[in-house]
């Protein structure tokens, strides 16, 4: 062997050896994740598949907290996640200041909503929430029940069409007014897609939901780097561009807006950022557009992505919510002439109170979570009940699962609007976390109830809800939970 040999030779082993000790923390984190996950019960990577390819998971799920009990674990590729679903674990995880990293299944969404508020961590997460709250705060949310409202009113028109007893999916007419109702408020723009009878914008987020939804539950889609090449990699990029097109003309189109307003000028006397607030309140984009003119460290790719954050999680949570609730009251006739009666008596008070309405809305939400699940990454070594969880793993927070134990609401499956309402009985603070809780909670909770609150009591009021025989939805968490088989429907005009 000559000179030049032994000298590459020793430069590559020199290489690997650099290589190996580079990732030789990665090495032992895993063998030491592989070796814990041992001794937490939990299904085969052969189950998931095979489960996920039937399209059954949230059953799926239900019998594996049956076998395992409360806590169990997946494997999901090489990222291990641990599901909780006991309220007291819930608390616990939830009341921790700081288990607020999101888990890798997130990285996912990124190409869509890029470092949004849904899926940023840290310092960034931090100073992009303290900016946007005051966006939902409840002053503001006065000024959008006009634009709800209205939408409504295009709603009912749109339904009176299905009032010949025939049965219909009601989901597609949801979406489009869900999706008005988002731009028309947290945007400042006019969409109308009620007045198209479909929107591609509305379809790619369907089509986009499903296509990372099963990426995430198949192991060679997973792991594939070159996703990108496959079909759905080619699909996923193809609704990319419609979505990123249509959250750039919303930008576009109010930014021209706020400047032919001269609003930056209103902005500027009125001292916006040391006042941020307190003296004027600007609805999510305007805050977002004026904190970027008046200076705040805000790119233009930075704004859009906070607008597909809140475009996507501000009309397909809703719909969903709307739909099931639809759907459940359509199938409980005296739950729905209770929510009727409250809805005529107490008729223009739905960002107050409401209260059966809201028991309705809360039972829906209990049964049918729009988010079924969120997850967070463990940075450090984490004491969870008696589990103590390394670093490096996941935990997952099953709604779906934590809503329906029994201790705490008896015959789970039962849509009971009552539980809800009694007084007497104390509920667990963490056994109904719909909109999670701390400080990763739903941003756009209050702004969701008045929505949910509008919508259905104006179509209480105009219609009657009539049930298909023997539909029952296919409940799919394609990351927020939808019907496989829609929301089939009759209904009745009250001839009002
Ligand atoms: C029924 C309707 C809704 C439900 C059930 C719901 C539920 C949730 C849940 C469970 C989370 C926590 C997710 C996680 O930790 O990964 C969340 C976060 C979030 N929601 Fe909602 N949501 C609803 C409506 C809305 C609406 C209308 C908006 C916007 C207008 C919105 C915007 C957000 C955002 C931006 C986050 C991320 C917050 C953060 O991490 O700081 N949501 N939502």
Redesign the pocket.
């Known amino acids: 062997m000559d000179l030049l040999t032994i000298n590459s030779l020793s430069l590559m082993g020199l290489a690997v050896l650099a290589l190996f000790l580079r990732y030789l923390t990665t090495i032992l984190e895993f063998i030491r994740l592989i070796k814990w996950s041992s001794t937490v019960p939990g299904p085969s990577i052969g189950e998931l598949m095979e489960n996920a390819k039937k399209g059954q998971i949230l059953n799926w799920f239900t019998e594996l907290r049956e076998k395992y009990g409360p806590t169990f674990r997946i494997w999901m590729g090489r990222d291990l996640l641990v599901f909780f679903s006991d309220p007291e674990d819930v608390k616990q995880l939830l009341s921790n200041n700081s288990l607020l990293h999101?888990s890798r299944n997130y990285s996912s969404l990124e190409p869509w909503l890029g470092k949004g508020?849904?899926t940023s961590s840290g310092e960034a997460?931090h100073r992009r929430?303290k900016l946007l709250t005051p966006a939902f705060h409840f002053r503001i949310l006065s000024e959008f029940k006009e634009p709800m409202e209205e939408n409504c009113k295009i709603l009912a028109s749109r339904l009176r069409e299905k009032c010949n007893g025939e049965e219909f999916d009601i989901y597609p007419y949801i979406t489009l007014f869900a999706l008005d109702v988002?731009c028309e408020t947290?945007m400042g723009i006019k969409k109308n897609a009620q007045m198209q009878s479909q929107s591609e914008y509305v379809r790619a987020v369907q089509r986009i939901c499903h296509i990372l939804h099963t990426k995430a539950f198949s192991f060679w889609q997973r792991t594939n780097p070159f996703f990108k090449y496959t079909e759905p990699g080619r699909e996923r990029d193809a609704c990319l561009r419609i979505l990123h097109d249509e959250t750039n003309r919303v930008i576009k189109l109010r930014r021209k807006m706020l400047e032919d307003a001269k609003i930056q000028k209103m902005a500027d006397t009125e001292n916006l950022l040391d006042n941020i607030g307190k003296k004027k309140r600007f609805a999510f984009l305007d805050m977002l557009l004026i904190s970027q003119m008046e200076g705040v460290d805000l790119t233009d790719r930075e704004i859009r992505e906070e607008v597909d954050?809140?475009m996507f999680?501000?009309h397909d949570?809703?719909s969903s919510?709307i739909g099931f609730a639809i759907y459940l009251l359509s199938q409980h006739s005296e739950v729905q002439q209770e929510a009727f009666e409250e809805c005529m008596i107490l008729e223009g008070n739905e960002k107050e109170n409401m209260p059966y309405l809201e028991a309705v809305i809360k039972e829906t939400?209990r049964l049918y979570?729009?988010?079924p699940t969120?997850a967070r990454y463990i940075t450090e070594d984490l004491q969870v009940g008696k589990l103590t969880l390394p670093k490096g793993s996941n935990i997952s927070i099953m709604?779906y699962l934590t809503q329906r134990d029994e201790r705490y609401f008896p015959e789970p499956e039962k849509f009971d609007p009552q539980r809800f309402l009694q007084k007497d009985k104390e509920q667990h603070p963490f056994s109904f976390v719909?909109?999670?809780a701390g400080p990763?909670?739903?941003?756009?909770?209050k702004?969701?109830m008045l929505e949910?609150k509008c919508s259905l009591s104006y179509l209480l009021r105009n219609f009657e809800f009539l049930p298909v025989k023997d539909f029952k939805p296919n409940a799919l968490p394609e990351l927020v939970t939808k019907s496989g088989n829609g929301i089939k429907i009759r209904i009745k005009s009250r001839g009002n």
Request: hydrophobic share 45%; glycine share 6%.
């Open positions: 999101k508020l849904l997460w929430r988002i947290a954050t809140f999680e501000g949570t809703t919510a939400l979570p729009s988010v969120y709604t719909a909109f999670s990763r909670n739903c941003i756009g909770q702004f969701a949910l």
